[in-house]
């Protein structure tokens, strides 16, 4: 079963790390918690344990997310 936060209901618009992430142009990056998320041509997540690509940014931050809420 996939964990749902609740964001996913109430809307992203009010999450502050999906705007994080929409905020992000090409070419920058910004810390969230321990976890370095840059933009170029894709989404990348790095931290000491991984370091993983996502073609969007729904993806991405379906990930993130994950991480920062466990």
């Known amino acids: 079963m996939n964990n749902i936060n609740i964001y996913e209901i109430i809307g ?3 999450d502050p790390v999906h705007r994080k992430l ?3 142009q090409p070419g920058e990056e910004i810390i969230i918690d ?3 998320v840059r933009l170029d041509k894709f989404y990348e997540i790095e931290n000491d344990e991984v370091h993983i690509g996502f073609k969007d940014i729904k993806s991405c931050y ?3 997310s994950g ?3 466990s």
């Open 12 to 14: 992203l618009q009010d």
């Open 22 to 24: 929409e905020q992000l």
């Open 34 to 36: 321990a976890h370095t």
């Open 62 to 64: 379906h990930f993130l």
């Open 67 to 69: 991480l920062v809420c």
